[in-house]
Nanobody, 116 residues
Framework: VQLQASGGGLVEPGGSLALSCTAS??????????MGWYRQAPGEERELVAS???????GYADSAKGRFTITRDNAKHAVYLQMNRLRPDDTAVYYC?????????WGQGTQVTVSS
């Protein structure tokens, strides 16, 4: 499974960004039970932002609740992260992750910078 993320950029505080991540592979390898978004700020550990199961159950970090929304399109093998009311402390490299059994796959990361 290969993951390709996109959609990062520079945004002012209070603004919005939408991230996308598409999985590619062959056949049943794309039946991915759990997909999620993580982020890593400079000097910090990578942390979970949000996750979503194959059937749409979601989970969010406290910092993301009420501001971010994770969705997925199983037909397109894609996961999305809509980020609203962004704050400077949301600045980080955002990574999508796919978990399939004991296998974990990471996308290449996309930079999100929130600054005026």
């Amino acid at each position: 499974v290969q993951l390709q993320a996109s959609g990062g950029g520079l945004v002012e505080p209070g603004g919005s960004l939408a991230l996308s991540c598409t999985a590619s592979g062959s056949g049943n390898t794309l039946r991915i039970p759990t997909m999620g978004w993580y982020r890593q700020a400079p000097g910090e550990e990578r942390e979970l932002v949000a996750s979503i199961s194959l059937y749409g159950s979601t989970g969010y970090a406290d910092s993301a609740k009420g501001r971010f929304t994770i969705t997925r399109d199983n037909a397109k093998h894609a996961v999305y992260l809509q980020m609203n009311r962004l704050r400077p402390d949301d600045t980080a490299v955002y990574y999508c992750r796919a978990t399939q059994g004991t296998s974990v796959y990471w996308g290449q990361g996309t930079q999100v910078t929130v600054s005026s």
